[in-house]
């Protein structure tokens, strides 16, 4: 199939994996990444294997990753980082797409990674200095605007001093390119559910309430999840179908990853915190999937499930006269610093009970640029804000065609995904681009 080109919009590994099974058949890959580095979400989130590997997936993410910088020093996938579509035109066979590049004011060309921008980044917080999410990935660093004290007003060049190579450049500027493909992906991931969508959840309000996307970065980083005090968690909730299976926020769908990882993050908080007390309140358990019964099997004697939802999570408030916070739930045991407050299904009762942290298991939502991103590929939405597919899952379908013609959607921007189920639809967008592109040239 040589010749033929076609253009990935999305760096993620739904993104990665369609370029790189293109890529393997003879087809040059544009692939187009908003980010300033390769990977997506999934590139941020960390091994959960308890005693043994519980199949989350994370790993075939690595090692994608890592396997790319041989395609692109072949030549075979050309990279635009920190780039985005504009525009869309012509037909397939014939696209003719606009994309414009950010500036990450630091030269790819020259930057090795020596870190001597990092030491000396002044900036609050991780810095101004962006590095790639997964090591041995990408050599190169980047500069984030929005962290930089240079772009707060005040005067700061001391990556550029430090940095032996000269590639920081200050004075970049965005750049517009044209890109010329015979079909186009589009694999522009999702969004995680916002964690503070049921205020009465107490997320962003109290100490202990954490969003689940938050703790596996947290996991990733450090390996133990903390308090604001330095306190590590000896009593943690897991509170499921935060943000979606909820018509009062208008999603009603499963989002059928959170049952899995909060099983896998339970197991996984064990293995390092042993006396851990964890408990997952949910509607009901999906434990579908490759791996997923043997994980559910290996929670039952560690982890508490209770078929109940929260209503509400509140701090505890000690008793004026005793000093303690007993009195304050019906459960009269109260060591936590939250109470969660939740409906036990099987004995139709409200039900108190104290921990010391609550993760609210978030789903998956459209990007949030999903309207935007349809219409400049002339595509169209599902009910639920996804990019709509022609070939629906539900119908028998693959789900990756779209109302264009060479237009063609990879991963979870067209319904929630796991990774594995991810990679599997991106493999299998691959190929009906090459049967539509294969049928063309014949």
Known sequence: MKGLRVLVLGGGIAGVTSAMSLARQGVKVILVEKDDFLGGRASRYGCKASDKCTKCGVC???DRLRSLPLYIHAGSIEVMEGSRLLSLEGKSGSFTATVVTSPRYVDK???TGCGACLKVCPAEGEGAIRRPPVNGTERHVAIDPGRCLRWKGKECALCADACPAEAVDFGASSSLSRVEADAVIVATGFEPASAGVLPDLGYGR???VFGGHEVEEILTKSGRLHLSDGSVPKRVAFVQCVGSRNLAIGRDYCSEVCCRYAMRMALA????EPSADITIFHMDLQTNGPGVPEVYKSCLDKVRF????PVDVKPVEKNAGDGTGAGVGDQGDITGRLIVRYEDVWKAEVKRESFDAVVLSVGIWPPSDAREIADRVGINLDRHGFLGAVDSPKAGGLGVRTIRD????????QKPRTIPETIAHAEACALAVISMLGAEVA
């Open 406 to 413: 060479g237009v063609f959607l990879a991963g979870a921007c």
């Open 206 to 208: 109290f100490d202990g």
């Open 109 to 111: 060309g020259r930057c």
């Open 60 to 62: 075939l993410v690595v």
């Open 306 to 309: 209770v078929q109940g939802m």
């Open 269 to 272: 908080y064990k293995r390092v």
